[in-house]
């Protein structure tokens, strides 16, 4: 006869096995240590980011930017780039680590349900 819970259950499983469930298992191993050094990996690439934007921004605006120099001088304009480098990679650090770790908590609770359906699946396999 077959146990119409125990189908339940497995078919929830197998459907969380199939959609979310490989990326969930992958995504677990993260836990805070795995979020911060996601968030420092990406600091290269906004601050790579900022600069492309920064080349782009002067080639185009090169008469603004010569005029800029002229008034504020050199280091300034340089001091001021730097500064807004470092807020821009600040920013967007806490961002990457924002969505990372909702990411992180999205997938604990889909694993802790998929882990509470096995322990189900387990005492109806011991009745």
Known sequence: MINQKKVE???????FEK?????AVVLDSYHEDGLIMGTVR????AALTFVLAMVVF????NDWCVMLI???????V???????LV???????VLAFLVLSLKHKKNRSFLTRYFLNQRRLSRINKE
């Open 87 to 93: 807020l821009f990679v600040l920013v967007y650090s």
């Open 58 to 61: 002067v080639l185009v605006g």
């Open 9 to 15: 259950l497995k078919t929830k499983m197998a459907m």
């Open 42 to 45: 990406n600091v290269p690439y």
């Open 19 to 23: 959609t979310e469930g490989r990326e």
């Open 78 to 84: 340089i001091a001021f780039g730097a500064i807004a």
């Open 70 to 76: 002229e008034t504020h001088g050199l280091p300034a």
